[in-house]
């Protein structure tokens, strides 16, 4: 892949990121902003779409780390349906690097992060 096009997917996956819909228009998963879910993996976008990367930053753990202590009980089962769905919709997304982000970045989870996770359990 060429820098001009790594420069232009991280661009439009930055844009997406931080993208916030007003607040009628935002997209819902239970009681869960989906889009609120995304700013979380922002400092993570280097590291699920670089298959050149080894490791998460310390600033995409420390994110992730956030959005975990937040997300309990139905909280949590929302922020998984919001995963799955904002997961499908990035054809660059690394599977093997958003799979092993929580063992990375040392936080326990209830079920695997992956397309087919079951939420019901997370």
Do not use: W
Request: net charge positive.
């Amino acid at each position: 892949m060429s820098a001009l096009t790594k420069a232009s997917l991280a661009a439009v996956v930055a844009v997406v990121f931080l993208t916030t819909l007003k607040p009628g228009a935002a997209v819902m998963s239970g009681n869960v902003d989906c889009i609120k879910v995304q700013q979380y993996f922002t400092p993570c976008a280097g590291y699920l779409f670089n298959r050149f990367s080894s490791n998460p930053s310390p600033g995409c753990c420390a994110s992730l780390r956030s959005l975990n202590a937040q997300s309990k009980g139905p909280v949590r089962q929302g922020v998984c349906e919001c995963l799955k769905r904002n997961a499908a919709s990035f054809p660059g997304l690394i599977q093997e690097h958003a799979t092993s982000l929580s063992t990375k970045c040392g936080i326990p989870l209830n079920t695997a992060v992956s397309l087919n996770a079951d939420c019901r359990r997370a």
